[in-house]
């Protein structure tokens, strides 16, 4: 038997609140009339922050009329794997008018965020941030947060009891975008998501794709973006020195826009403009598009807009980037985005050696056997169970499961694994894995078919550390990790409508070893 220790960080027990309810918003996201769910009837949901080494102890309380989980999305729960908060996984769900604590501990830092993971319920409203500070290797005046995500007016249950009954996997398409909870094109006047940063030191914007289908490109007028982190994981810009990330931007390395998939976050370090020698008091225009690529059909609504301010916020009259004229001191390869520019190394100490165990999984939709388009992982669609959880089989050694089929990969504690994802299905997936980062090896462009010897292009010198990747249309992504957290972990595509439906895998790691920690049954616990 291996024992498995976890070393912390002395820190300060954290404690938090977070009521989940119906609410009529006043004034409303975008200008239409909609009842949603909201935290603590905020939306987006209270700011979680707490310190490298800090214990999270949070209460969430059910007000509404169905089930809720909540999972906090990245963080490792290294030695608390119940609190993960995967419904049909690790928990029942918490019944209407009931409460449940989540304690766990944080021995990682960055830009993460919590949200349901029952049902549709966070693309309804049940999502925000939570940051973990203690490792910045760089300095900032300002800490902004920037959540976007799509939204949709009609009642998401509704929708989805539609969904689920396709026959040709169209999704539902979201009629808006929102940023920090704010959107145009249903109202006039709007509001505008507004942010005031000083002008004589950078700010930190941590960028968050909380949408449910749509990837999402953010970029700010005139103003060069430098990332700093991805999915919490510090990275250095090659032509950066940590010495010119703390003194200023060298613009031959910066980025003008940054695509983000589903469940992606960024940290961007923005230095303030001089005009004519002298500190900036202007506005500009923060911008977020929805990638209409993915649809079945055009968003209503694709973009939205926020305001940047040095000064008191006043409607900008600035241009985007599209609009610039490329000349010789700035050419056209300035206007790019973070993947078609720049490769960001991870600033976490290397890849390791090749893998002890590899994996392919095939991506693909069927139809069932009632005629309904359903995903399936290496030919498995997922049903979890309802009335238990997996972890409850696997504690009453009734696990795997006939009664509710899933994918599951087995890896021994500590392996190597690389995990390849062959996708046959013509829309891209950004894939998640709980209890993990990993380091994306390979990213194939759209098309480029499955995943073979002579397409194979491994990055194993500074590939992302991460924990969201995409795997494009009829394409492959080769990813790797040390099997190093004990547990059951969820494998999901983050398109919500397609993890409700069956697209989930199970990665069982060291079962034996988180036994110890959770115990073995008699019984099966029931929901």
């Known amino acids: 038997m291996v024992a498995i220790l976890f070393c912390l960080v002395n820190g300060e027990i954290v404690k938090y609140s977070l009521c989940a309810e119906r609410i009529s918003l006043i004034p409303t996201v975008d200008g239409f009339n909609k009842t949603q769910l909201a935290f603590n009837g905020e939306f987006p949901g209270p700011t979680i922050i707490a310190n490298l080494g800090d214990t999270l102890s949070i209460l969430v309380t059910n007000a509404f009329d169905e089930g809720l989980s909540v999972h906090w999305h990245g963080i490792h729960q290294k030695g608390s794997l119940t609190q993960d908060g995967a ?29 349901a993971h029952s049902a549709i319920h966070y693309g309804d409203g049940l999502y925000g941030a939570l940051i973990i500070d203690g490792n ?27 969904f689920v009954q396709s026959t040709t996997g169209n999704e539902p398409v979201p009629d808006n975008i929102i940023m920090n909870g704010i959107g145009q094109g249903y109202c006039n006047p709007c509001d505008y998501a507004s942010i005031t940063v000083p002008n004589n030191s950078p700010t930190l914007f941590r960028i968050i794709n909380a949408a449910i289908f749509a990837p999402i490109t953010v970029s700010l007028d005139g103003h060069y973006l430098m990332v700093v982190e991805v999915d919490g994981t510090p990275v250095i810009q090659p032509g950066f020195t940590l010495e010119e990330i703390n003194n200023g931007l060298n613009e031959s390395s910066a980025v003008n826009q940054i695509r983000l998939n589903i469940g992606q976050r960024v940290a961007v370090l923005v230095f303030p403009l001089t005009i004519s020698g002298q500190p900036d008091t202007n506005s500009y225009w923060l911008r977020a598009t929805m990638d209409n690529d993915v649809f079945p059909s055009p968003a209503p609504v694709s973009s939205v807009l926020g305001i940047v301010s040095y000064s008191s916020p006043y409607i900008p009259k600035s241009d985007d980037w599209s609009s610039k004229v490329c000349v010789s001191s700035k050419p056209c390869s300035y ?13 976490n100490g290397g890849i390791p050696a090749s893998p002890d165990q590899t994996e392919t999984i095939v991506i693909d939709f069927v139809a069932n056997s009632q005629g309904f388009n359903r995903p399936i992982l290496n030919t498995i669609s997922c049903t979890p169970p309802t009335s238990t959880y997996y972890l409850a089989l696997v504690q009453a050694g009734k696990f795997p499961s006939t009664d509710f089929p899933c994918y599951t990969v087995t890896i ?3 392996k190597i694994v690389r995990m390849i994802f062959n996708n046959r299905d013509p829309g891209e997936h950004p894939m998640h894995l709980h ?12 098309d480029a078919g499955d995943y073979n010897a002579a397409n194979a292009d491994l990055n194993l010198v500074n590939p992302l550390y991460r924990d969201v990747a995409t795997v494009n249309p009829n394409s492959f992504l080769v990813i790797q990790f040390v099997a190093d957290n004990p547990g059951l972990w969820m494998l999901h595509c983050h398109i919500d409508w397609h993890m409700n439906i069956g697209f989930v895998g199970l990665v069982n790691i060291g079962q034996e070893q988180y036994l110890d920690q959770v115990g073995i049954t008699s019984q099966v616990a029931t929901c």
């Not at 690790?90 to 965020?113: E, L």
């Not at 760089?138 to 929708?159: S, T």
């Not at 985005?337 to 960001?344: C, K, S």
């Open 136 to 162: 910045e290797f760089y300095n900032y005046g300002a800490d902004e947060i920037v959540m976007v995500a799509d939204w949709y007016h009609g009642d998401l249950k509704q929708l989805f009891g539609s």
């Open 412 to 414: 021994d504690y500590g």
């Open 87 to 115: 419904l049909g996984v690790t928990q029942c769900p918490i019944a209407p008018g009931t409460s449940r604590t989540y304690t766990f501990n944080v021995n990682q830092t960055g830009t993460y965020w919590y949200h």
């Open 335 to 347: 206007c790019v985005d973070v993947n078609d520019l720049i490769t960001l190394s991870p600033n």
């Open 435 to 446: 209890g993990y980062k990993f380091w994306v090896l390979q990213e194939a462009a759209p």
